[in-house]
């Protein structure tokens, strides 16, 4: 299945799974939420205003263009109300798949999150990269613990415009200008682009969920209610989860609910993140990923730790709202999903042992926090 986020395809995976889900013994649903479906038109739009007013325009046309542009631009990557979206461009429909498991009147939730849409190929993602400094640099490489940093020159370019405004300086106007219109640029090219397979990013993610659900309808878990869940819309920055918060957090208290959320688990190794965002970094809380730790050893799994990702996954949106969360990715030996938005991201080239043993992890740490949570007397 095509699987565009925000499209038909997205929402034919979506009634598919959840018949995937009953399947496996689950109460399944999809829900439908608003969302526009892309990234490349918000922060196209964005940079493209703020570098062609600093080309045309005066000093405080151009501090202001670049203000708007810098603001919508950090709120849209950074799991914000995504303000400039909702305002200005069109919505369409995206689906959520949402299975339960386990006792629904239970007092304490775990919440496990995939997503089925897929993402646009870009020659920005070019496989290349990783070997090429690789294997020149080893050393930098084996000292490395952050992806790159994509998203700091498209908000910077929007911030130099400004600063360049503000201050007089011509110098930094121009480059924050170049840098701008280069970003409207990059855009224009993921928007004209394919949607690739998705298979490692995310339908191992899904296939994670699927294996959970049947791993607890053999062995149930009980006094805990388990929700797993598959968003639509996470490639345009989380829509499909900003949807569930909005429909969902209010009922889930964050001191009764835990998060794990499942992305590109099908490369060689996997890894707990220790933190990630597009420009700050946010920590992953270091109780929640010392437990599985624990229960990836007591399982014999390995579990790379140290890496942060300057990214964005749906955890980042349970982890500002104050649940215990932990994300589970995986990474091969240059440091980065493989296939990561790429054609070459199909069934054939994902490594199905890490997925296996991404369904025995999130297993054994639903079973580990149904021991040391309490039914009935709220305490831990």
Known sequence: MDRPSASDGEREAAYWLADAFRAEGAAARVERERAHGGYWWPLGLLAGIAGVTSLRGGRLAALAAGVFAAVGIS??????????????????????????????????????????????????????????????????????????????????????????????????????????????????????????????????GVATLLGVARTLREHPVPGLRVILLSTGSEESFMEGMQ????????????????????????????????????????????????????????????????????????GLLALKAGYPSVMIGSMNKYKVPSNYHWPTDIADNVNYATVADCVRLCDGVVRRLARVIRPGDGRR
């Open 75 to 204: 709120d849209d990557i950074s799991g914000g109300r995504q303000w400039f979206r909702r305002t200005f461009l069109p919505m369409r429909d995206t689906h959520n798949v949402i299975a339960t498991v386990g006792d629904p009147a239970a007092e304490h939730t775990v919440l496990l999150i995939a997503h089925h849409d897929a993402a646009h190929w870009s020659l920005v993602f070019h496989p290349g990269v990783g070997p090429f400094i690789g294997e020149r640099w080893p050393k930098l490489l084996e000292l490395s613990d952050n992806t790159p940093p994509l998203m700091f020159p498209i908000f910077g370019g929007p911030v130099l415009v400004a600063l360049g405004a503000l201050t007089g300086r011509r110098g930094l106007r121009r480059l924050g200008t170049g840098m701008s219109l280069a970003t409207a640029a990059a855009m224009a090219e993921i928007g004209s682009r394919s949607t690739v397979p998705g298979a490692n990013d995310n339908l191992t």
């Open 243 to 314: 949807g569930f918060a909005r429909r969902h957090f209010a009922s889930l208290p964050t001191d009764r609910t835990h998060v794990i959320c499942i992305d590109t688990v099908g490369s060689p190794e996997l890894l707990s993140l220790e933190g990630e965002g597009m420009l700050w970094m946010r920590e992953y809380p270091a109780a929640f990923k010392d437990l599985v730790s624990q229960v990836a050893a007591e399982r014999g799994i390995t579990l790379h730790r140290g890496m942060r990702f300057r990214n964005a996954t749906d």
